[in-house]
Structures are given as C-alpha cells and as structure tokens.
Nanobody, 123 residues
Framework: VQLQASGGGLVQAGGSLRLSCAAS????????MAWFRQAPEKEREFVAA???????YYGDSAKGRFTISRDNAKNTVYLQMNSLKPEDTAVYYC??????????????????WGKGTLVTVSS
C-alpha cells in the first residue's frame, strides 16, 4: 500500500500550489482521503478531507483558501492551495481511512499515510 504525495515546493506568500496524492497497492473504494500537515515543532494538523462520494471537510486554517478534490478513477486526491501564507509552511501528508469521522478527530486513528511533501511559503 502506497500513498505518494507530490507537488510541494517553494512559493511566495500569496501564491498557489497544487498537491497530488496517488494511491496504489490496494483499492481505496469507499475510503475517505485527507491531507494533514506538520510544521516544525508542532503537532500534525488536519487540513482537509473528502469522502468517496465527494463530501468535503476543512480545518480552520484551510477554509476559504484550500480546495480538496479527488479522481476516483485515478485513485488520486488533490489539494489546491491558494493565497498561501508563511504559516502554511509545513510537510503535507496524504492519508486514507474508511471513516471520515476518524480522520476529522485527528491523525492518531488514521489507517494509511503517505511520506509527505514539503511546502515552503516565503514572505
């Protein structure tokens, strides 16, 4: 089972990035997919989640600026990040779990994790 995140990089404040996460090694039919992030010396934080049917949920830091989407045929989830701020700097992790409720409670109970991609926002 593999969740491969990509699309991170260095961007100036106010810019945009699109993260992708491709799932392979098993079927994720029915699974919720999500993005978390972890800044240096901080706990891993919920960013956004999307159910198999397309229902979306966002953490407070992402509301109004980030959009999560998925392509079930490609086993891929995306995170479009706009109006980026320096405080968005973190390693962004892709995650998957049968339950979006589990995901929204936080990272502890989530079944599958990708390795993360670094997003750096300069001021």
């Amino acid at each position: 089972v593999q969740l491969q995140a990509s699309g991170g990089g260095l961007v100036q404040a106010g810019g945009s990035l699109r993260l992708s996460c491709a799932a392979s090694g098993r079927t994720f039919v029915g699974y919720a997919m999500a993005w978390f992030r972890q800044a240096p010396e901080k706990e891993r934080e919920f960013v956004a989640a999307i159910t198999w049917g397309g229902g979306t949920y966002y953490g407070d830091s992402a509301k109004g600026r980030f959009t999560i989407s998925r392509d079930n045929a490609k086993n891929t989830v995306y995170l479009q990040m706009n109006s980026l701020k320096p405080e968005d700097t973190a390693v962004y992790y892709c995650a998957a779990d049968p339950s979006v409720t589990i995901i929204r409670y936080g990272p502890a109970g989530v079944d599958y994790w990708g390795k993360g991609t670094l997003v750096t926002v300069s001021s």
